[in-house]
């Protein structure tokens, strides 16, 4: 049954096609690390002139910096100044967080945003410290030295972990790493900022209630248990602030959300905040009054802690882990809010150059008082909205913050811990994202539960946990997808005109079955994994079959797999296609290949199965396959029945 | 642009189609754990009989006992006994490779087999112990007892692993986890049993050179460095026999291969290596003259156990981690064992049914003196060869054991350390499947790599590194196909009779571009983990389309994306189509959808995309999309015209 019997058939599948390996694998290691092919502008350069690019490539002031004008200078200094308004509650609130010195936070809002500026590829992103982050790391570090062992040493660990998460970050960027923030999904990123605004919530009840004592768990359970022994603490003036501030932010919230053109309203509400309980503290006397305020803050810019890294110290294994956990989170949450600001915005960052930049600017942070900076939601809306141009707000950010710490930082000792409490209750508000979880309820249930999984490890077990079951489900879910790949019969699809096409049976209930010739498409890829599985399962679709036509007085002569769909093969997929090809050959079933892809036809080539097929039963469509097979049973039938 | 402007269009995608959640949850459940589906045969059943076939399911004795004869057990006698003359020197000689007393061998090669017999589903698989699951959990257990440190306590370790392994695979078989070996590729198992292979043989360097001391390590480098240092205890009578021995084993193996049909030479030449050994040892006072002997074995059947297992002992972890890493790689080998086996019989085994009986026959054996058990390959071949045909042949194989352990036990205390390592030795070249090596290197390098991996890692660190390094490299190896899914560009490819297709236009340099349409097929599944790198990829796409477009005075009006072999999408894949619709309408170019799969039908709608592309752009063949497409931008240039 050669191909010159089976009339005339249109296309067949190219089978020559062979690339040597060299050029294979260039090409499968510039898709996995070079998807965004960085390099394509150079193509039609000069060599001085890729000198340039590539410099600009890394360094993207150069890029910008060249057409800068005033014109972009007046929204670039508003945006700055607005988000540094911002910054300064933000800083110190975060830090209080992490149980470190205000003053370092406010020394992280000055440093890294021009580092940033200078490497960073996104306009919209305000760099600064960030909550989730913070606590993350506290709850770490915690675990072998707190604050009140050994106060000198904490913070250094803060700074030690800070250069981790630097070198990590740069690292990455540099080995174009990209691809490990990908195995952070949405769903996990969602889960886990809710759950981890949820426990960072909980943890101002010590603020708000104007507590002493308190636990060093972050998990509910543990709060909750804290906050009822603890009760006879409470401060009723603390209380009364409290519910006064949270009020007024909330209710500047409200208003960004009635009237966007009002943002600035609800930006410069926690300064507001802040600046306000400055005066009722320094007025009432607060810390003798029950409204605690955070202590001395004191004038001068960052002081270099290059020699305060704690290399050598006995706990530099916790500031290490602290420092890539804290890090990779951050890390994905700077580039996922990078990315939806650059989408708003009509614009692409890349991941690996923003992961030099972050890597840069931890590095140097961790050299000046800084602990793990990343872009933080809040600020980088705040910044957009504000009407950014250009990164030049960060560095008027940082300008600001610089002349705050030069002259007006002692002023800040007044701030009551019950204003910070309030201020970082409502930013954790919007990090609850209630629509986001119903969508997922509806649309995905597993994303669901990936989430959630995370939302309730987080809230209830501890960040770390939390996260890395979130992540450990969404890969099995990837595994056992692979595991089980789709496979589907193909039935045949009429029209009108008299053209056909091949649909899978399940969803077109209305395709005709094809006698004696069972189509089954593959899913991608045929791996290790499922090998095994797909032959089984093509039996069973086999046996179906045969009862179907047993019934109908006719057999299966042909099983015809359309490989369209399958990208990748591997030996052992490889193997499986084989042991069929003999199993189906003892029971006189011949086997039928269609539109294998590119690769694969590489490795059935290479492998001997078209061999074993014949290439004359490998066809560009299901619709030549069919024909051929309707052509070769007429045949063999009337040479039946000649003899 | 409305369908009715859009000309005669033969089918429509069904967008209607919506399984109700239960549904689809069972149908993925059911694909997971009942690949095979077992119970289809149960649909055409009355209730009692439904109660009968689940019996027959569990107990395959029950289905094939009844039809047993006489005829069938001539065959199974023969093959019977010959696997019993195959399993005393294995038993000793894998027993001596533990460190247990060699009876334990025996005990193991005794009741197991009849367990298997009632549970099992293969008709060709021999049970016993195995080279490389003894040497494993020998080398576990031997980081916390040796048997010269506790020589009561380490065999007791033995039969608790046992019971581990058992549980362990009773367990999986009633969870139908047999998904999770699915994960132990060809590739790495290949690698695995050579690199074991290695290990083993240079461990009979000591009994070959009839060394004293020797090294508890199994990589290669501590081996030579013993054997280099011990060089002194070589005794030249050991040396002299085991070279007799091995040529004799060797010539045997060689008379197979040459002539299949005297198989059993090669069966029986190990007894016959062991017969006279122990007759040699007799006659020369062995042990007094340079060739050490087995010492003591004591007469009688396998003693109970059950009061000796270990699992209140502070050594319970060992034993854990020896009988579940033992075991799953037992469990694998078995299997795969099984498979081959079946598949040249023309035959099928049931993974999930093998992990039942393979889980009963260790929990019983644990209870009876023996360790680990499971199919090996040389006994299988053996029994599968001597032309057995039920599961009978292992009743005679059990029974022969009994009968040796009655009666003639005591007689192989003669046996000569030497025999048995050559034995081992000739057994194990045929696990080094060099031939599949350079198969791997032809088709498949990464196969290859994680084949080496295995090999390497055995040889020169530990079998368990080896063995977790390789599987982690196959998981890697999926991952990243998962994260960077293949994408192509369509062309038309023309024919003479005027049809025509769309296929790759690199894969098909004779495909034609379409203008202004860029077709675009995406492979499987579409996931968090490629979300962000399709959206970029596709826009690298676009880009590179709209500078040729450019380059031709025309612009790229269609963005067409053929989702035939998308099998699977989730939420991340989900908001990165519609976030690719808003980039596009941005550009004023249109998002075009073909073939969605009925699971990719459903999320596309839940999830509004179907809503935003408008479902009327949403096209059944590649065909009918470009048509539209043409048709829709042919009506836009007339009214641009007729303004």
Redo the contacts between chains.
């Keep these: 049954m050669g191909t010159s019997e089976l009339g005339q058939l249109?296309?067949k599948v190219?089978l020559s096609?062979k690339r040597p390996?060299g050029t294979a694998?260039r090409a499968d290691l510039k898709?996995?690390f070079f998807?965004?092919?960085p390099f394509r502008v150079f193509s039609s350069q000069s060599r001085g002139r890729r000198a340039w690019t590539a410099l600009q490539y890394y360094v993207p002031i150069l890029e910008w910096g060249a057409k800068y004008n005033l014109s972009k200078f007046q929204f670039d200094l508003l945006a700055g100044i607005t988000i540094a308004s911002l910054a300064i509650p933000q800083g110190i609130s975060y830090a209080k967080l992490a149980d470190i010195p205000p003053i370092i936070g406010l020394y992280s809002a000055a440093v890294p945003p021009i580092i940033y500026a200078i490497f960073g590829s996104s306009k919209q992103l305000a760099v600064g410290p960030v909550a989730a982050a913070s606590l993350l790391m506290a709850s770490i570090i915690k675990t072998e030295v707190t604050p009140q062992s050994d106060p000198v040493l904490y913070p250094k660990l803060f700074f030690t972990a800070a250069f981790v998460t630097g070198a990590m970050q740069l690292s990455m960027g540099i080995l174009r790493l990209g691809?490990l923030v990908?195995?952070l999904?949405?769903?996990?990123i969602a889960g886990f900022m809710g759950g981890t605004a949820v426990i960072i919530m909980l943890q101002q009840l010590k603020g708000l209630l104007g507590l002493k004592t308190f636990t060093q768990h972050t998990d509910i359970v543990s709060v909750i248990k804290a906050v009822i022994i603890n009760r006879a603490e409470c401060k009723w003036q603390s209380v009364l602030v409290g519910i006064v501030f949270l009020c007024i932010l909330l209710g500047s919230r409200h208003l960004r959300t009635a009237c966007p053109r009002l943002f600035w309203v609800s930006a410069m509400a926690p300064l507001f905040v802040v600046i306000s309980g400055c005066l009722i503290a320094f007025l009432v006397h607060g810390e003798a009054n029950g409204i605690p305020t955070v202590g001395d803050l004191k004038k001068g810019v960052n002081p270099i802690t290059i020699g305060q890294l704690q290399f050598k110290s006995e706990h530099f294994g916790v500031a290490l882990k602290a420092g890539l956990i804290a890090g990779f989170i951050a890390l994905a949450e700077g580039i996922a809010v990078g990315?939806s600001l650059a989408?708003a915005a009509?614009d692409?960052i890349d991941?690996n150059k923003e992961m030099i930049a972050y890597g840069c600017m931890n590095i140097v942070g961790s050299f000046t008082s800084c602990y793990l900076t990343t872009g933080p939601f809040s600020k980088s809306a705040v910044n957009a909205h504000a009407g950014c141009k250009t990164q030049m707000s960060n560095v008027v950010h940082s300008v600001c913050m610089l002349l705050v710490l030069l002259f007006l930082a002692p002023l800040f000792k007044w701030t009551p811990s019950v204003a910070l409490s309030a201020i970082i209750v409502v930013a954790m508000i919007g990090l609850i994202e209630y629509e986001e979880y119903v969508?997922?309820f509806?649309?995905?249930?597993?994303?669901f539960l990936i989430c959630m999984v995370a939302f309730f490890g987080v809230s209830f077990l501890s960040m770390d946990m939390g996260l890395v079951m979130s992540v450990g489900l969404?890969?099995i879910?990837?595994?056992?997808?692979?595991?089980?790949?789709?496979t589907?019969k193909l039935g045949k699809?009429g029209?009108?005109?008299g053209?056909y096409?091949f649909?899978?049976m399940?969803?077109?209930p209305d395709a005709v079955n094809i006698p004696g010739v069972l189509v089954l498409t593959l899913?991608?890829?045929v791996?290790?994994?499922?090998?095994?599985?797909l032959r089984?399962?093509i039996?069973?679709w086999l046996e179906a079959e045969e009862d179907y036509a047993k019934k109908n007085g006719d057999e299966v002569n042909y099983v015809v797999l359309d490989l369209?769909?399958?990208?990748?093969i591997?030996?052992?997929g490889?193997?499986m296609l084989k042991?069929l090809n003999?199993?189906l050959e003892?029971r006189e079933i011949k086997m039928v290949l269609i539109?294998p892809?590119?690769?694969v036809?590489e490795?059935l080539t290479?492998?001997h199965v078209i061999d074993l097929v014949g290439s004359e039963w490998v066809f560009?469509?299901v619709k030549d396959a069919v024909t051929a097979c309707h052509f070769a049973l007429e045949e063999s039938r009337h040479k039946g029945r000649a003899q």
Tied chains: 1, 2.
């Design positions: 249109p296309h190219d096609r390996f694998l898709e996995t998807p965004d092919d691809i990908d195995f999904s949405r769903s996990t990315r989408l009509n692409q991941g969508h997922l509806k649309v995905d249930k597993v994303d969404s890969i879910r990837a595994l056992i997808y692979m595991a089980r790949p789709h589907s699809l029209s009108v005109d053209t096409i649909r899978d399940e969803q077109y899913g991608s890829p791996y290790f994994a499922n090998a095994g599985y089984e399962r039996s069973r369209s769909g399958v990208t990748s591997d030996s052992s490889l193997g042991e003999v199993t003892r539109n892809r590119l690769r036809v490795k290479k492998a560009l469509t």
